[in-house]
């Protein structure tokens, strides 16, 4: 008896210690989220601003109201506003999907910028690298909060949260719409006028979060868009076998390439080559493309000689291509004869690689490769510096296992589709008839061969896009144009006077 009591008694006690792990385990997934606020002083349009810096994790909620995510952003706002409630903010994020804000935190919009090389001459090297005040920064204007979505940076599934809640085009537009329905109920500022400023997929997640703040029972309407190589449909962004009308929207950034390396278009200027390149594309090249082996061989061979006239390649090499020139092959086809590669970031920089014979980089891309370390070891030391972050673990600017598990399906499981390319123009062509006041600045590159800026023009003449909306502008570098300090000083004036515009 004595003997069964006994086990009784250590079998609760068992169940006890089990019990108090769990709500250990549970306590701890309950703590507080991580908030560093510090307050700082700098030079913005030419006035001194104090300024609240918080960087911070913000936890989303399942519909029981448990913690399943914790969501990392860094806000600046305005200290000493007479009216905070009134005064615009502007919610930025990069792309992927899998990107942090990294790149236009330290490379645009941030009160520091770290220097790269702006002729795109060399690459980053190793630290130190160069951090400055940032001189054509826009908190005189706007407060800003930079947003690294689920997965990227310091931002995590936690508790119960499962990576495919958030791992998705549609599942990533609605957190991000709740991080701000959260940020601007928690700072009080549902009458602020609103910016939302996306780069690459961001300008893909920017259409989707307009639309998802649009409905959910909770309207919320955006002042505008400022979308950073543009993403919306990938049809003209996927250069592809089979896929003609990629070739096209490829075919003037490719010129631009062959003139910035003097390869094509000499003793004329770049817009004028340009706008010839657009002219033979839509004139002659389109249609030789959709007449394929229809087309006479007479006809063929004028084509591949005006081709090589634009593309400064052999009228040979773009016979046996077929008339088509896919980009991996251009970036390295093009300077083969010096041994070098161009990028596709940004078709300014050139490297060299140890397989000249190979038919695409073999060393990834040597833009990416030529400022990715400087932005990351910038970024973590001003969080650590100046914002006083301190979190141990990586903070992650790039998150190589999010692409792979991403889910594109523009519709629920429940719901058939036919797999195309990714497409949410319309979003944005609702949005803009939806709200009269939303406004959108385009920013283009002309070196740009992730995103050209040609198949911004194909995309924004198109959907049912209300053209007298939309203002395009165009910068003498790539993707991130930004990292060319002429272009990062005429892109802040545009979004300063895009932003002083809607002010008035």
């Not at 792309?95 to 690459?123: I, R």
């Not at 690459?200 to 703040?213: D, H, I, N, P, Y």
């Not at 050139?350 to 833009?367: F, I, Y």
Request: overall charge neutral.
């Amino acid at each position: 008896m004595q003997c069964k009591t006994f086990l009784l008694v250590l079998f609760a006690l068992v169940c006890l210690v089990d019990l108090a792990a769990q709500d250990s385990s549970a306590a701890k997934v309950m703590e507080p989220p991580r908030v560093f606020t510090s307050q700082h002083q700098g030079v913005f349009g030419g006035q001194e601003i104090s300024y609240r810096a918080k960087a911070k994790e913000t936890y989303l909620l399942d519909e029981k109201g448990k913690p399943v995510a914790a969501l990392w952003s860094v806000s600046y706002t305005k200290v000493g506003e007479k009216d905070s409630s009134r005064r615009p903010v502007t919610f930025v994020f990069n792309g992927g999907p899998g990107s942090a804000s990294v790149w236009l935190h330290m490379g645009l919009f941030g009160p520091k910028l770290v220097q790269v090389d702006s002729e795109a001459n060399e690459d980053d090297g190793a630290a130190p690298y160069p951090i400055i005040d940032n001189p054509y920064g826009l908190l005189d204007l706007t407060d800003l909060v930079f947003i690294d979505p689920i997965g990227t940076g310091y931002s995590r599934v936690i508790g119960g949260g499962k990576t495919e809640t958030y791992w998705g085009l549609n599942e990533d537009a609605a957190s991000v719409a709740e991080f701000i329905r959260i940020w601007v109920r928690e700072n009080k500022r549902w009458n602020s006028p609103k910016y939302i400023a996306g780069e690459s997929f961001g300008t893909t997640r920017a259409a989707g979060v307009a639309k998802q703040l649009s409905g959910g029972g909770q309207s919320m309407a955006l002042n505008g868009l400022i979308l950073i190589s543009q993403a919306l449909d990938y049809t003209g962004s996927t250069p592809v076998h089979d896929n003609l009308v990629a070739f096209v929207t490829y075919f003037p950034t490719m010129a631009a390439t062959a003139w910035y390396h003097k390869k094509a278009g000499q003793g004329k200027s770049l817009e004028d080559f340009v706008q010839e390149a657009r002219d033979f594309s839509l004139d002659v090249y389109a249609p030789a493309l959709f007449r394929g082996n229809t087309l006479s061989d007479q006809k063929r061979k004028e084509v591949a000689e005006k081709m090589a006239y634009f593309l400064g390649l052999e009228a040979s090499y773009l016979l046996q291509s077929d008339l088509r020139v896919l980009v991996p092959r251009y970036v390295k086809e093009l300077l083969r004869d010096q041994g070098l590669v161009v990028g596709r970031l940004d078709s300014r920089y050139k490297g060299a690689e140890s397989d000249v014979m190979a038919e695409r980089p073999t060393l990834g891309d040597v833009a990416s490769n030529s400022i990715s370390s400087a932005y990351t070891a910038a970024l973590m030391h001003y969080m650590s510096a100046d914002l006083q972050v301190d979190i141990p673990r990586p903070y992650l600017t790039s998150n190589r296992e999010l692409y792979p598990k991403w889910n594109w399906r523009p519709v629920p499981k429940d719901k058939g589709w036919e797999p195309h390319y990714v497409n949410v123009s319309r979003q944005l062509s609702d949005a803009l008839r939806q709200n009269k006041d939303l406004d959108v600045l385009v920013a283009n590159g002309y070196y740009d061969l992730v995103t050209p800026f040609f198949d911004a023009e194909y995309t924004f003449a198109r959907h049912g896009i209300l053209k007298d909306r939309i203002l395009m502008k165009y910068y003498e570098a790539g993707h991130m144009m930004y990292t060319h300090e002429p272009d990062l000083k005429a892109l802040a004036a545009d979004i300063r006077q895009f932003l002083i515009g809607k002010s008035k």
